[in-house]
């Protein structure tokens, strides 16, 4: 076979890993049951049921006819995985699968059973769907008053999963009948499943004639690998036809360490380059597939959010190599990564060789001294002006993050007063100025307006 073809040396080192050890477990219960024996040693258990646990790899010959199996309604996180495993990493296979789950997951929407979408008059007016659609399922804090917020997308007695299929269903009809653009799509707290996420992209964004959505966000969702692989799908097809999503929010779902290949193989096919996944369990598995989609798989982000995930010592170690040949990257995030102290002085270095102009360190004790801080600003700085002024566009471009600003922005009803910039002693005062007029009277001049 063409050395083109083949899997990258980190690949080809996973998998035989992976092919070892289920043989491995194979070897030991095919053992267990011949001899008839009643107990087993500890050792064994822990191979039989380790946490590690890998599915045998599927060979060539299967994987197109894995990826026509596929049904949307059953696609499961297992199923995923397996479909985007490294012994499937092949370039001539990944352009037929990729095309084959585009065309397979067009077609899913008009099948499902439940999508049948309904009009909402009352959604004529409503702010939430004006440039920036934002649909929270978020319960209100008992402190708040209702009134205050708009009523919510599903009454709370009507919640459901019918319901919650319909408001997806309606959603997806108001998307493509919209005739403003809906440059951010926002929702949370409500599953995503496979099916759920194909009719509100598929059936929804990138059917819109004026929609030209830039970001996607979706936390709180339950998003796995199933979830996930649709999304990728979407996002690809959503560039082949010219509607591209650029920020790609997905903080707080199930994205674990079983969906680094996924990301590694598809991310490169779409057009993001900003990507958080704060807060999901990224991390302790592969260091090898994890450098892989460092290298790979995050070669044209110039954003990446992996504050509060799950990555191990071999992940760090891995991320502080690939840092340098990261060319592209220019704001990292990493709060509240566990970084051992032996370990901050090496990160430190790969800042400085690498070409970031912001990074975040909150929440990491061995990277929270006045000294460190004051030596990763100047590396920032250094950066953001260039040393020898080879890089003015980005001295010249703001500083801040985007992912950063985003995540304030949907989490700011945690803390009203530490969202913005207004002094602690700051107390509001009644006037005329019609900047304070309270929500009801926005309505109602919005409404005279139209």
Same mark, same amino acid.
């Given at each position: 076979?063409?050395?083109?073809?083949?899997?990258?040396?980190?690949?080809?080192?996973?998998?035989?890993?992976?092919?070892?050890?289920?043989?491995?477990?194979?070897?030991?219960?095919?053992?267990?049951?011949?001899?008839?024996?009643?107990?087993?040693?500890?050792?064994?258990?822990?191979?039989?049921?380790?946490?590690?646990?890998?599915?045998?790899?599927?060979?060539?010959?299967?994987?197109?006819?894995?990826?026509?199996?596929?049904?949307?309604?059953?696609?499961?996180?297992?199923?995923?995985?397996?479909?985007?495993?490294?012994?499937?990493? /092949? &370039?001539?296979? !990944?352009?037929?699968? $990729?095309?084959? =789950?585009?065309?397979?997951?067009?077609?899913?929407p008009q099948t499902c059973a439940w999508n049948k979408p309904e009009h909402r008059p009352e959604w004529q007016n409503d702010f939430r769907f004006l440039h920036e659609w934002w649909l929270s399922m978020r319960t209100i804090p008992y402190f708040e008053n209702p009134k205050d917020y708009y009523p919510p997308l599903i009454p709370w007695g009507n919640l459901g999963t019918g319901s919650e299929n319909q408001l997806f269903a309606d959603v997806a009809m108001k998307l493509r009948e919209t005739r403003l653009p809906a440059y951010l799509?926002?929702?949370?707290?409500?599953?995503?499943?496979?099916?759920?996420?194909?009719?509100?992209?598929?059936?929804?964004?990138?059917?819109?004639?004026?929609?030209?959505?830039?970001?996607?966000?979706?936390?709180?969702?339950?998003?796995?690998?199933?979830?996930?692989?649709?999304?990728?799908?979407?996002?690809? /097809? &959503?560039?082949? !036809?010219?509607?591209? $999503?650029?920020? =790609?929010?997905?903080?707080?779902?199930?994205?674990?360490?079983?969906?680094?290949?996924?990301?590694?193989?598809?991310?490169?096919?779409?057009?993001?380059?900003?990507?958080?996944?704060?807060?999901?369990?990224?991390?302790?598995?592969?260091?090898?597939?994890?450098?892989?989609?460092?290298?790979?798989?995050?070669?044209?982000?110039e954003e990446l959010d992996i504050g509060y995930t799950s990555l191990d010592l071999q992940e760090l170690c891995a991320l502080i190599g690939s840092l340098p040949s990261m060319q592209h990257l220019r704001v990292l995030l990493m709060d509240g990564v566990n970084v051992p102290r032996k370990k901050a002085a090496g990160l430190l270095h790969a800042i400085e060789l690498s070409k970031l102009v912001r990074v975040s360190l909150k929440g990491i004790p061995a990277c929270s001294s006045d000294s460190y801080l004051d030596r990763l600003e100047a590396i920032c700085r250094s950066h953001r002006t260039g040393r020898d002024g080879a890089m003015p566009d980005w001295g010249k471009r703001e500083v801040f993050s985007f992912l950063e600003s985003f995540e304030s922005k949907t989490s700011n009803w945690l803390n009203h007063a530490a969202s913005g910039a207004l002094p602690p002693d700051y107390r509001v005062f009644t006037t005329n100025d019609p900047s304070l007029m309270e929500m009801v009277n926005e309505k109602r001049a919005f409404l005279r307006l139209c």
């Open positions: 076979m063409d050395d083109a073809l083949q899997p990258s040396p980190f690949l080809q080192v996973s998998l035989a890993k992976q092919r070892h050890k289920h043989h491995r477990r194979r070897e030991i219960l095919k053992h267990i049951l011949k001899k008839g024996r009643t107990n087993v040693s500890e050792v064994e258990v822990k191979e039989l049921l380790g946490t590690n646990k890998t599915l045998p790899a599927i060979t060539e010959n299967d994987v197109i006819r894995s990826v026509s199996k596929v049904k949307m309604a059953d696609l499961t996180d297992d199923e995923a995985v397996r479909l985007m495993a490294p012994c499937t990493v /092949y &370039g001539y296979l !990944i352009q037929c699968m $990729v095309e084959r =789950l585009v065309d397979m997951f067009c077609a899913a799509l926002h929702i949370d707290h409500i599953i995503l499943s496979p099916e759920r996420v194909s009719v509100l992209l598929f059936d929804g964004v990138f059917r819109g004639a004026f929609c030209r959505t830039e970001t996607f966000s979706a936390t709180f969702c339950s998003i796995g690998a199933a979830t996930l692989l649709v999304i990728l799908i979407a996002l690809y /097809y &959503g560039g082949r !036809i010219g509607q591209y $999503v650029q920020n =790609l929010h997905l903080a707080y779902n199930w994205i674990d360490s079983s969906c680094v290949n996924m990301l590694t193989i598809l991310l490169p096919q779409t057009n993001v380059t900003r990507l958080s996944l704060r807060g999901n369990r990224f991390g302790g598995g592969d260091a090898n597939l994890f450098q892989e989609f460092l290298v790979s798989g995050c070669m044209l982000l």
